[in-house]
């Protein structure tokens, strides 16, 4: 079955620092991964996703890299700022069901001024 | 401009009781899914259906049935509510069956409390 892990379950930054989140996953047959934010209280949010024929895509102060020899995936966030302070979670699908998005643990990520 | 609707925010209640919870999407996807988040912020899903038919369902007691009267609605009834069922409880859609996979929209989450 899949399972979805992240490294490091915390991580400070100061402001203005750039973010790096780390993510590992166990089923070769996920092509397609997504990573989300959460702010306390709220949903899951969507920040970026990657399909497994690319290795890095950019959004907004965003981007999303690939390995799929290590079954590896980062999300890397650019000038950090204290309103990105929240818990991320990647996630994969693929296989027969893409509709199954199988959650890693999520990083807390805390951003100082 | 709620894209996905859950009511109630919170909800406490009683061992044994029975609850309903309830989703709606105004977006015009096809799929709905359930998802459990527990204390740890563990996030596994529970059901899908699309076009109103069950097309995800993990092994969730038979206790939970999900009830999807229209493809906008998925509610989600708990019988016999237990201590364990505690947890904070997730709708969400997406524009398809995830056939080709795709961003699945959360609603703003239910946090259920049996005490």
């Known amino acids: 079955g899949e399972s979805v892990g992240l490294h490091l379950p915390t991580l400070s930054v100061q402001e203005g620092d750039n973010s790096i989140i780390n993510c590992a996953y166990s089923?070769?047959?996920?092509?397609?991964f997504i990573w989300y934010k959460q702010e306390s209280g709220k949903g899951p949010q969507f920040i970026i996703d990657i399909r497994s024929n690319m290795d890095k895509r950019q959004g907004q102060r965003v981007t999303v890299l690939l390995n799929k020899t290590v079954k590896h995936l980062s999300l890397q966030i650019a000038a950090t700022q204290p309103g990105d302070s929240a818990v991320y979670f990647c996630?994969?699908?693929?296989?027969?069901?893409?509709?199954?998005?199988?959650f890693g643990q999520g990083t807390i990520l805390t951003v100082h001024p | 401009d709620t894209a996905v609707s859950q009511t109630p925010k919170y909800l406490v209640t009683q061992m044994g009781n029975d609850k309903s919870i309830k989703c709606e999407q105004n977006l015009g996807h096809d799929t709905m899914y359930w998802y459990k988040q527990d204390s740890k912020k563990f996030l596994k899903i529970m059901f899908s259906?699309?076009?109103?038919?069950?097309?995800i369902n993990e092994t969730v007691p038979n206790r939970f049935s999900p009830k999807s009267p229209d493809k906008a609605h998925l509610n989600l009834h708990i019988n016999s509510l237990e201590l364990g069922d505690s947890a904070v409880y997730f709708c969400?859609?997406?524009?398809?069956?995830?056939?080709?996979?795709?961003?699945?929209?959360f609603g703003p989450g239910t946090r259920l409390t049996v005490t």
């Open positions: 996630a994969a699908a693929g296989g027969t069901s893409y509709g199954k998005l199988t």
């Open positions: 969400a859609s997406s524009p398809d069956s995830g056939a080709k996979g795709s961003e699945q929209y």
């Open positions: 089923n070769s047959a996920s092509d397609y």
């Open positions: 259906y699309n076009n109103k038919e069950l097309i």
